[in-house]
């Protein structure tokens, strides 16, 4: 086996030594000549700012930001409250609440069971996107879109009018 | 009253205040800071002289450098009116009797000057750097080089000091 | 004293001042730009367009800060550092010649506030006197980092002094004279064909080594980075303005800024020939003299402004120096250097003369 301190895994190695340094080396005025060669030519570089209002970053296709519970083509909500994603979540951030549905609510709710209340704890959940997997209604997604800031943690408690999908966004619903 | 004459009493009120403040605060600091007052008016008095160059050198050197050194050692060492020893009887009396001898020299000094000739200043170039260099490096080259060793000696006695030191602690 | 005299002088005062506290004020804007050009950001660029009202911004966050007074028994004191600080350097602003002359209603304007024969030594002995506004701030802020960060600046500044004067010593020995406006006229367009060799005119390419020293001594002076240990955050919090706040907080940052800007006036009139430009007599003689002045002042803010830039240029590039280092570089090499310059440029002189 080759000596192992002279591996160098990133190819960048350098020894250290603590040899005299040269009398140029000394003078450091070279030396700084160089390091304003350097920085004056990061002044011209182009920046890798990105305006965040205005422009966004691209995320990745299997980006996981906040949920959403999706409604089918006619607008009813899928979600039947079985509570497998509750049950699946690791930090523990989604409660829910069942109601059955009644007579002339079919419109609104596409099974016999529906969630009356739904919350996710924005603080806890982790987006790990295990609910998404779980749910057998295919009722929850987690979207593109990240959770945006409040000023209070009451604010990052979803309920239903944060978290079901507005109704104007159905034509475009193809999942 | 003339512009100058006016000059002349604030700037020497200003000193002459500023000079008992020196001695009469409490507070060290306070102290330097009005000697540097007064080191202002004194500099302000040979700009009336039309000595330009004595005045800012006088500025640079004692109220730049001297009296900051003077304000570090106040600060580091911390001087307050409550960590401050009173002084005993004998060195208060001792001490009046050397200020007193004191100024009775500097009154009698100045009894004599009313026989010297006040330089005339209307001569502007009087003070100016060209004059004073060629006045100091020719007729007062002897002195002027003294002052040099004066100097040289002063700091070579520092330095030594500052080995002793060192050599005791290592 | 005739009238015109005192209305051409307060003109000249004002101008100066207000230009003076304008580039100070941009200076602050500049910083934070260049500083993220520096680092591949762009910087502030909301307030208003490019970002240009950023300054005003700060300014009233700045006066809306709540008024802070620590526990001391020396609120005179505190009050009196950020207040000398400031006038300090705003003072020396004074001698510094910003043109030539214009010919104004039949009247020779020199662009000048004083034009008087120790410029050099007052620039000096003004600044020497801004240590005591650091010094006293610290002190009476009664706490110890900010007592620590006024001892190392004014023991700093006292240091470097030393090889800011001997420095130019030199130029003063080439120039034989202290008069700013002296000092500038003699580096007069930018080749000199009077002598035997025709050689540039400014001081730069005479004293290159009291250039440097000076350079040097100048960023010491100004607490600049690598000298800025005086307000180093990593060991002193904020130095000797840690305990200010709101615009006494204002006034020390202020005046560092007025620093920066009226050093680099004083480097680009000592070295690099000031409101001299090349060709400015064929611009004197073809297009006047008012013109060739107004060109003169455009020049000598271009070389004072790309000093400010040079000035962030090497903040982002030099790490800063240990305290040790520091004082190594000011006692044993500059001051010796300096010297050693001075001796040379002695024997030149000599043989020159002979």
Redesign the interface.
């Known amino acids: 086996m080759a000596d192992f301190k002279s591996l160098s895994l990133s190819g960048r190695k350098k020894d250290v030594s603590d040899k005299d340094m040269t009398f140029m080396e000394k003078l450091y005025l070279p030396a700084i000549a160089k390091g304003m060669g350097i920085t004056l030519r990061h002044f011209f570089k182009p920046k890798v700012t990105i305006q965040y209002p205005e422009q966004k970053r691209e995320f990745s296709p299997i980006f996981r930001g906040r949920h959403i519970l999706m409604r089918d083509e006619n607008g009813a909500e899928r979600c039947t409250a079985c509570g497998l994603c509750a049950l699946s979540c690791p930090a523990e951030a989604i409660t829910m609440t069942s109601s059955e549905r009644k007579k002339g609510e079919e419109h609104l709710y596409r099974e016999e069971k529906y969630a009356d209340t739904y919350e996710i704890n924005m603080l806890r959940c982790i987006f790990c996107g295990l609910c998404e997997e779980a749910c057998p209604k295919e009722a929850i997604f987690l979207t593109q879109d990240m959770a945006p800031a409040d000023y209070k943690r009451e604010g990052f408690i979803y309920g239903k009018e944060k978290l079901v999908m507005k109704m104007e966004d159905i034509k475009s619903n193809t999942k | 009253m003339s512009l100058t004459l006016i000059a002349f009493l604030f700037l020497s009120l200003v000193a002459v205040f500023c000079g008992l403040m020196t001695v009469l605060s409490k507070n060290p ?1 306070h102290s330097v ?1 009005y000697l ?1 007052g007064c080191f202002f008016a004194i500099a302000g008095h040979y700009l009336l002289l039309n000595a ?2 004595l005045a ?2 006088h ?2 050197v004692y ?3 001297i009296m ?2 003077f ?2 050692t106040l ?2 060492m911390n001087l307050n009116k409550e960590s401050e020893k009173h002084k005993a009887a004998i060195a208060r009396i001792g001490a009046v009797i050397a200020a007193g001898a004191m100024m009775l020299v500097l009154v009698a000094v100045l009894k004599r000057a009313d026989s010297l000739a006040i330089p005339s200043t209307q001569n502007i170039a009087i003070g ?2 060209e004059n004073l260099g060629r006045v100091l490096l020719n007729e007062y080259l002897f002195p002027f080089e003294f002052a040099s060793v004066l100097l040289l000696s002063a700091m070579i006695g520092a330095v030594l000091l500052a080995k002793k030191d060192h050599q005791k602690a290592a | 004293m005739d009238l015109g005299f005192v209305i051409e002088k307060s003109a000249i005062i004002l101008v100066i001042f207000a230009i003076t506290m304008l580039i100070a004020l941009y200076s602050t804007f500049g910083e934070r730009v260049f500083a993220s050009y520096f680092q591949d950001r762009l910087g502030p660029n909301r307030a208003g367009p490019g970002g240009l009202l950023q300054p005003l911004a700060d300014g009233v966050k700045m006066f809306t800060k709540e008024d802070f007074i620590p526990e001391t028994p ?1 609120k005179f ?1 505190f009050i009196f550092g950020p207040f000398l600080f400031m006038t300090t350097a705003l003072i020396t602003s004074s001698v510094i010649p910003w043109g030539d002359t214009l010919t104004l209603f039949g009247r020779e304007v020199k662009l000048q506030a004083a034009d ?3 410029a050099i ?2 620039v ?2 003004v ?3 801004g ?2 506004g650091i ?2 701030g610290g ?1 009476a802020s009664n706490n110890k980092f900010s ?1 620590l960060g ?2 190392r600046a ?2 700093q500044m ?1 240091s470097y ?1 030393v090889a800011m004067g001997l420095s130019i010593i030199a130029v003063l020995m080439m120039t034989g004279t ?1 008069s700013l406006r002296g000092i500038v006229e003699q580096q007069h367009g930018f080749i000199d064909w009077s002598g035997n060799i025709p050689w540039f005119s400014w001081n730069v390419f005479k004293q290159p080594v009291a250039f440097i020293i000076f350079l040097v001594c100048a960023f010491a002076e100004t607490n600049r980075t690598p000298f800025d240990l005086p307000e180093c955050e990593s060991e002193l919090v904020g130095g000797y303005h840690t305990e200010y706040s709101s615009m006494k907080l204002g006034f020390y940052l202020f005046a560092e800024y007025i620093n920066m800007f009226i050093s680099s006036a004083l480097i680009s009139l000592l070295f690099f020939g000031g409101f001299n430009y090349p060709g400015m007599d064929w611009v004197a003689h073809n297009l006047g003299g008012n013109l060739a002045t107004l060109v003169g002042v455009g020049v000598m803010f271009t070389k004072t402004l790309f000093g400010i830039f040079f000035y962030m240029w090497v903040r982002w590039t030099v790490p800063r120096f240990r305290y040790d280092q520091l004082m190594n570089l000011g006692w044993k090499i500059l001051i010796p250097l300096a010297i050693l310059n001075i001796l040379i440029t002695g024997f030149v002189i000599i043989l020159n003369g002979n």
């Open positions: 600091i800071i540097i330009q160059f800012v050198v500025i640079i109220a730049g450098a900051v050194l304000l570090f600060m580091l100016t750097i | 020396n004191l008087i024969n120790v030594l007052f000096f002995g600044v020497s006197i240590v005591y010094m006293l002190w007592l006024a001892v004014s023991s006292i002094e202290l």
